[in-house]
């Protein structure tokens, strides 16, 4: 197992264009989450899967965006209508399963993809 | 709310120094606390995590932390640092399913 995919790695998009990402997590992990870094901050979380149900979702994830995980394998996010205000570092991680909050925190870090919008 | 600061954003370290990278939170009596790495253009990586029990936490490549419940924090340490350490470094703690993830501080190390 070659830890958490992300792909792409870099994405640049023209204003008003939709964007998809996929993240692969570790194969045994049932817990998946998105998370957003800006430049000069530390991540700040985006959404929470446990298998296939989306159980948490920050404020910070206005309807333009939507993330999926529709057989509890990998997960995709997309932006739709993009502004320059979105460009970030989109981070994936997971986690396996496990007593809740310990479980939760198993986190293994995927590289991301850095989104630049024009 | 709860939050974590870390009060440097760029430190810099002469190679073979010691290094202390502050980290301070706020809210809640016995936090699940973490410090990761990352270096340019890559995901995070766990060096180090503090759930209870012993306050003095080691991690990977020679790093340690100590929890302080007196001054809410959760300091990084390293006693000799090496050129491959120049990366940023962030604090977090767990919040529900989340992390909370401070500002990082910039390590360069100067030769």
């Known amino acids: 197992d070659t830890g958490v995919s992300q792909d792409p790695r870099h994405k640049i998009t023209k204003r008003g264009q939709n964007v998809t990402f996929r993240c692969d997590p570790i194969?045994?992990?049932?817990?998946l989450y998105w998370y957003r870094q800006t430049l000069g901050q530390g991540p700040e979380f985006l959404t929470y899967?446990?298998?296939?149900?989306?159980?948490?979702k920050s404020r910070l994830l206005s309807d333009r965006f939507s993330a999926e995980r529709p057989k509890g394998s990998f997960s995709t996010l997309e932006i739709q209508r993009t502004e320059q205000g979105d460009s970030a570092m989109y981070l994936c991680?997971?986690?396996?399963?496990?007593?809740?909050?310990?479980?939760?925190?198993?986190?293994?870090f995927g590289s991301g993809t850095r989104l630049t919008v024009v | 709310a709860q939050s974590v600061t870390q009060p440097d954003i760029h430190i810099t370290v002469s190679e073979g120094a010691s290094l202390e990278l502050r980290c301070n939170y706020s809210y809640g009596a016995t936090p699940y606390l973490f410090w990761y790495v990352q270096s340019p253009g890559q995901g995070l990586q766990l060096l180090l995590k503090?759930?209870?029990?012993?306050?003095l936490v080691q991690g990977i490549k020679g790093f340690e932390a100590e929890f302080k419940r007196s001054q809410s924090s959760f300091n990084l340490r390293k006693p000799s640092v090496h050129w491959s350490d120049a990366a940023e470094y962030f604090c977090?703690?767990?919040?529900?399913?989340?992390?909370?993830f401070g500002k990082g501080t910039t390590l360069s190390v100067s030769s």
């Open positions: 977090a703690r767990g919040a529900g399913t989340a992390l909370i």
């Open positions: 503090y759930f209870s029990g012993d306050t």
């Open positions: 899967f446990q298998n296939e149900a989306q159980l948490e």
């Open positions: 991680a997971s986690s396996p399963p496990g007593p809740a909050l310990r479980g939760n925190y198993g986190y293994t």
């Open positions: 194969s045994e992990h049932n817990r």
